[in-house]
């Protein structure tokens, strides 16, 4: 059995002492617990343990679970994966926050829905700092251009840029990917316009935080392997 509540303290502890290493407030990076496949009673149990923010990468699952947990109205369900347009319908009714924002067709669709329901939408810019052809993502070039577009829609608000790096085992590899990231805040307008990185994963986050992150997109450490 997976104790939930266990792994959350023991990823706040990590989180905390991440950040003090590099010289930052621990408050000023949230979790965001990634329950994609794992099953309602689980997100329950985190929410019981104080967990607000939750990731899922499937606008179905998405709408299903959200429709489940409608009786907890604080939590905030952050849509973490690739965004097709025709699925956005299903998304922005729930979403507090869409991470995978990659074009300004996406971002105009986004706006269009939000508008529809009256609904303010947060919004990051996914880039693909690696360059991977399999991932989803703006490159670091047309990243200023996205976020502009978003900037100039009336319901969605910037909030940041997010990334996935190539994966790999040691975290000192994506390191160098998570400093890019923030870089290109730096070039892009830093913290003033870009007030989130949400970098880092289970494998990696203490990482991300060192370089940077405020949004830590966490799974496995906190609900075990996939279901």
């Known amino acids: 059995m997976i104790d939930v509540a266990t792994n959350l303290a023991r990823a706040r502890q990590r989180i905390a002492a991440a950040a003090v290493r590099s010289g930052r407030d621990p408050s000023d990076v949230r979790l965001v617990a990634v329950s994609k496949t794992h099953p309602i009673e689980a997100i329950r149990e985190a929410y019981e343990a104080g967990q607000r923010d939750f990731g899922e990468n499937y606008a179905q ?23 097709q347009r025709n699925k956005a319908r299903m ?11 990659d074009s300004v067709r996406l971002a105009e669709e986004l706006d269009h829905q939000a508008r529809r329901l009256g609904r303010a939408l947060g919004c990051l810019v996914q880039v693909n700092v690696g360059g991977e052809e399999q991932k989803s993502g703006c ?45 290109l805040r730096e070039r892009l307008g830093g913290v003033t316009r870009f007030a989130h990185l949400s970098m880092g994963m289970s494998q990696d986050f203490e990482a991300a935080i060192e370089e940077g992150a405020t949004l830590v997109r966490v799974g496995t450490a906190v609900f075990g392997d996939r279901v």
Not at 63 to 69: G, Q, R
Not at 140 to 158: H, N
């Open 91 to 101: 998304v922005v009714p729930h979403a507090a926050m869409v991470e995978t924002v």
């Open 139 to 183: 490159t670091p070039g047309e990243a200023g251009e996205i976020a502009g577009a978003v900037e100039s829609l009336e319901w969605l608000k910037l909030a940041g840029l997010m990334t996935i790096p190539p994966f790999d085992l040691d975290p000192e590899e994506t390191r160098k990917h998570f400093r890019a990231l923030a870089a």
């Open 61 to 83: 699952e998405l709408n299903d679970k959200a429709a489940a947990l409608a009786d907890l109205a604080d939590l905030r369900w952050h849509f973490i994966g690739h965004l």
